[in-house]
């Protein structure tokens, strides 16, 4: 195996143990301790890649990145760091880093990565043009962001859990662009948005013939995702048919279009998202237990916006960014607003207000030019999803369920979780709201707690 690596650090001992490690594997390696000196080596000499300690003793390893990205695109730098932060990670992922690596780290996964970072194409985080960057660094958001590079190496099935408007696609755009598929397909259908017989369609493709109206063949989603990752979202709300369809997908790798005999191996990642709770579903016999055993190989949950309010003025400043206006710290009155909101809709339902106020302040140049006005509905931000696919009964439970949980959580959030206050405001019985709570998730602990 062959390839030029440049270690940078300032520990001896560790430049040591990297030294002996990467030759043992074959590679050619080459040391700087300090920012000046690994700045000059890249400036006159060619490498495969660059491992990267973010503290130097003179410089910023981030600032190394930039720079020598700019003139040099294909070079490939892995971060590492004793200081490890979720805005680190994030930052380091954005600005171009391969892989992100805490000290003290494994010898085999470095030389995983760094084999596979030798071997394959340049991978760097997903960011697709019209699409919101994921930004966050509050606690809350702490053990997603830390392992987002770790499951991005892995070929697993991901299950991502959330309430509607949390970013679910957003974050499965993000394990794909940092995966070894970045660049193959993406490919996301929303499962809840289409009824049963054009889903199947959409998802396995048909021969022609295969029903009025198919004139031609058609190859699904499926296929068009083979090599890359295909993001299913709102799967829980999927046909028992279906589900036994998908299952075998995941099993046998294999896809038939509808009214054909023939099938097709297909090579796809799958990431399902669901703001459902699969297990009550498979718990009330709605959702088959061996394919959510298929799915949720790893399991990952995205906070709701209430629970990571630190994180508002970040999103709004990215916001801000993406739309043209440049401001570096929004404050003010606006901005204590958004923070104290309770966002039933999420960063959704965010994204919605900050859109609203710019298009109604034509030519604003900073958040202070807007004026920020948020829709005091519990429903905001969104509409209720009628599932015209069930049985009315069914679909009438659904809706009134989605109203419930909302309803609920808007409540407590604009009451700071105080559940006397809540119940005066909202007139439901402080002993039958904290069951809701408790039912929707939304309230810890046990029944006789005290406010």
């Given amino acids: 195996m062959t390839g030029r690596i440049l270690v940078v650090d300032d520990e001896p001992n560790l430049q040591e143990l990297l030294r002996i490690v990467l030759e043992g594997e074959g590679y050619s390696v080459h040391q700087a301790f300090t920012y000046r000196d690994a700045s000059a080596l890249l400036a006159h000499q060619d490498f495969d890649l660059v491992v990267c300690d973010i503290v130097l003793p003179d410089g910023n390893g981030l600032d190394l990145l930039r720079t020598h990205l700019a003139s040099k695109p294909d070079l490939r730098f892995a971060m590492i760091t004793a200081h490890s932060t979720p805005a680190h990670m994030l930052t380091s992922l954005r600005e171009g880093a391969v892989e992100y690596l805490s000290k003290p780290f494994d010898v085999d996964e470095l030389k995983m990565v760094v084999a596979k970072q030798m071997l394959g194409p340049r991978v760097i985080p997903d960011s697709p043009e019209g699409y919101d960057t994921l930004v966050g660094e509050s606690r809350a958001m702490w053990p997603l962001l830390e392992r987002i590079p770790q499951v991005a190496r892995s070929d697993a099935t991901v299950l991502i859990t959330g309430e509607s408007g949390t970013g679910k696609e957003l974050l499965a755009r993000t394990i794909h662009g940092a995966s070894p598929r970045s660049e193959r397909r993406f490919v996301p259908v929303n499962c809840g948005a289409l009824p049963e017989g054009l889903l199947e369609s959409e998802l396995f493709g048909h021969v022609r013939g295969a029903f009025t109206g198919a004139a031609n063949a058609r190859s699904g989603m499926i296929v068009r995702a083979d090599g890359g990752t295909l993001f299913l979202d709102e799967l829980g709300r999927i046909s028992p048919t279906l589900q036994a369809r998908l299952l075998r997908v995941l099993e046998e790798r294999v896809v038939r279009p509808l009214g054909g005999d023939a099938e097709r191996a297909v090579d796809v990642r799958v990431i ?12 009330a016999g709605r959702f088959r237990p061996d394919l959510l055993y298929r799915l949720a190989v790893v399991r990952v949950a995205l906070p709701p916006l209430r629970t990571r ?11 801000l960014r993406r739309r043209g206006l440049a401001d570096e710290a929004p404050s003010g009155a606006g901005l204590d607003r958004l923070v104290a909101h309770g966002w039933p809709g999420n960063v959704r339902e965010l994204r919605n207000v900050i859109d609203r106020a710019i ?50 959580a808007d409540v407590l959030a604009r009451t700071g979780g105080n559940l006397s206050a809540a119940s005066r405001e909202s007139g439901i019985d402080r002993k039958q709201l904290r069951a809701l709570g408790r039912k929707h998730g939304l309230v810890d602990g046990p029944a006789d707690d005290d406010d």
């Avoid at 399902?272 to 718990?283: G, K, P, Y």
């Avoid at 309010?309 to 916001?319: H, K, Q, T």
């Avoid at 999803?385 to 439970?397: G, I, Q, T």
């Fill in 272 to 283: 399902a998202a669901s703001r459902d709770d699969l297990d009550a579903e498979v718990a």
């Fill in 309 to 319: 309010r630190e994180d508002i003025p970040l999103l709004v400043r990215d916001l």
């Fill in 359 to 408: 298009a109604l302040a034509p030519g604003a140049q900073r958040f202070s030019d807007l004026v920020i006005r948020i829709d005091p509905s519990p429903l905001a931000g969104e509409g209720l999803a009628v599932r015209s696919d069930l049985p009315y009964a069914e679909a009438k439970a659904a809706v009134l369920h989605d109203l419930e949980r909302r309803y609920v």
